[in-house]
């Protein structure tokens, strides 16, 4: 069994990333977060199995890992808690309109940015969209994410369940605003002397869906232009015999 020594429950788009980043500063590395399954298939396939029937193999994911942060290990809140009972937990928050908003205009959209066809036939695009549709938009919030006034409840209620569920000792509930003394003096450790990493990503992550939402819809119109032209030749050719 791995060491994880921090788990990080609070909801994607609450300052996950730069929690990441101030972790692994802190030498709290590395940490697990939802970039590292988009760079690993396995670790797809094995969210997949765990949305479709909640077992997984938490070595085989975690095992080279110190801590977690975002989606889809907070969704496993619990589970983590029961399973490394030394590690300390984080639970970042913002103002809960300003979450639903940035969570509507960014990874809310990768919910429609592939087509069927392309999660098909490329495999881990797939079980990306079904760890997600599964385990976050149907499953956490119900299908009902587009309902400003039911995700936020489900937001605050998260919050008040990691609250209630855990050793007041055992928990920081902390944003990102605040840098590094609250983080720090929590986990026990020196501030670095350097700025906190505030990661705000929102823009670039709308651009890339954008990119990712033209680009995808294009291939299928490229391919039948490059087929017709080839056609075209290969006819040509012929005709000249």
Same mark, same amino acid.
């Given at each position: 069994m791995g060491d994880l020594q921090v788990i990080g429950t609070g909801f994607g788009r609450t300052g996950t990333l730069s929690l990441k980043r101030a972790l692994d500063r802190l030498g709290f590395g590395p940490t697990y977060h939802m970039q590292e399954a988009l760079r690993r298939p396995s670790h797809l396939r094995a969210w997949r199995e765990y949305s479709r029937t909640g077992v997984i193999d938490w070595d085989e994911v975690l095992g080279p890992?110190?801590?977690t942060v975002d989606y889809p290990t907070c969704? +496993?809140?619990?589970?983590? +808690?029961?399973?490394?009972?030394? +590690?300390?937990i984080v639970h970042t928050v913002r103002d809960a309109e300003r979450w639903w908003e940035s969570t509507a205009?960014?990874?809310?959209?990768?919910?429609?940015?592939?087509p069927?066809?392309?999660?098909?036939?490329?495999g881990p695009a797939g079980d990306y969209g079904e760890v997600n549709e599964r385990?976050?938009?149907?499953?956490?919030?119900g299908g009902r994410f587009e309902d400003r006034d039911h995700a936020i409840a489900v937001y605050r209620r998260?919050? +008040? %369940?990691?609250a209630n569920g855990l050793d007041p000792e055992r928990l920081l509930i902390f944003e990102v605003a605040d840098?590094?003394?609250?983080?720090?003096?929590?986990?026990?450790v020196p501030e670095p002397d %350097?700025?906190?990493p505030h990661v705000n990503d929102a823009a670039w992550m709308r651009r890339r869906i954008t990119a990712v939402r033209y680009g995808t819809r294009a291939l299928p119109v490229a391919a039948a232009g490059v087929g017709l032209v080839g056609s075209r030749l290969v006819s040509r050719r012929g005709g000249g015999r």
């Open positions: 890992y110190r801590s969704l +496993a809140w619990r589970e983590l +808690a029961d399973r490394y009972p030394g +590690a300390k205009t960014t990874i809310y959209q990768g919910r429609t940015v592939l069927h066809w392309f999660r098909g036939l490329y385990l976050l938009w149907q499953g956490l919030f998260h919050t +008040a %369940e990691v840098g590094w003394a609250p983080l720090c003096r929590f986990l026990g %350097e700025p906190f």
